[in-house]
């Protein structure tokens, strides 16, 4: 599987993927605040969305009632990610000591439109060999819970589902699938963290993967 990874910034590029309930958003915030505690730029975006014009496309494909084709899906978070990534993430990461922490991105696209919308991985990846999509994160923590505990701690938030939320069982097996796939072939770039810990725990993990990086 080739991403054409010609690395065109300075900074450290971030992203985190996971099921849902996989603590995503409270462990993006604590490496926030460690990073800043370390003198970093932190800036903090998610897909789809983080542009006037990607927040225009988060809300035509996440409110939407119709049942959307599975390139479209995928054009349409690929089209977001663009204008992220050329308006916002590359001007950021030009500099050092700058850091982008992304809630979701390729790996989101292979799961829910590559595996379970039925695309396939292929489609995704070549979609990213164009520039700017060919930007591959430095590192990608995948915050691994098993499918059980994602249904859970989906049903105990009680909040209003979106698009991809309204789904069955079976869409949620295929994702967890995809996700597997991409930590196998994205293995260099993507590291698995056990979420099933507690927060503090899950975060030593991520810490320690970490500090490689920030020397
Ligand atoms: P969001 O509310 O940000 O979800 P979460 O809090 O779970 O991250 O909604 C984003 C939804 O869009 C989520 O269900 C995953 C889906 N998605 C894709 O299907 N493909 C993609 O490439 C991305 C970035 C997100």
């Known amino acids: 599987m080739q991403l054409n990874k010609l690395k065109q910034y300075n900074g450290l590029f971030l992203s985190f993927e996971g099921l849902d309930g996989s603590g995503k958003t409270t462990q993006i915030s604590k490496t ?5 505690s370390k003198n970093w730029n932190v800036m903090v975006l998610r897909e789809p969305g983080g542009t006037v014009f990607g927040e225009k496309l988060r809300s ?6 119709e049942d959307i084709d599975p390139l479209a899906q995928a054009m349409l978070f690929a089209s977001s990610r663009a204008q992220l990534l050329s308006k916002k993430i590359l001007p950021f990461l030009s500099n050092k000591n700058h850091c982008v922490i992304l809630d979701r991105y390729i790996d989101s696209s292979i799961a829910y439109q ?11 990846t070549q979609l990213h060999s164009y ?18 505990t994602s249904l859970s701690r989906q049903s ?36 698995v963290i056990n979420a099933i810990q507690d927060i503090e725990n899950v975060f030593k993990d991520i810490k320690q993967d970490l500090n490689d990086y920030i020397v």
């Open 60 to 65: 035509a494909i996440l409110e939407t009632q």
């Open 131 to 148: 520039s700017p999509l060919n930007q591959m994160p430095d590192l990608t923590f995948y915050l691994e819970i098993n499918l059980e």
């Open 156 to 191: 105990s938030r009680g909040e209003d589902k979106d698009y991809f939320e309204k789904n069955d069982t079976a869409f949620y097996q295929k994702l967890e699938l995809g996700y597997k796939e991409c930590c196998k072939v994205f293995s260099e770039r993507i590291k």
């Open 114 to 124: 590559g595996y379970a919308a039925g695309l396939g991985m292929e489609t995704i």
């Open 32 to 36: 926030k605040e460690w990073l800043e």
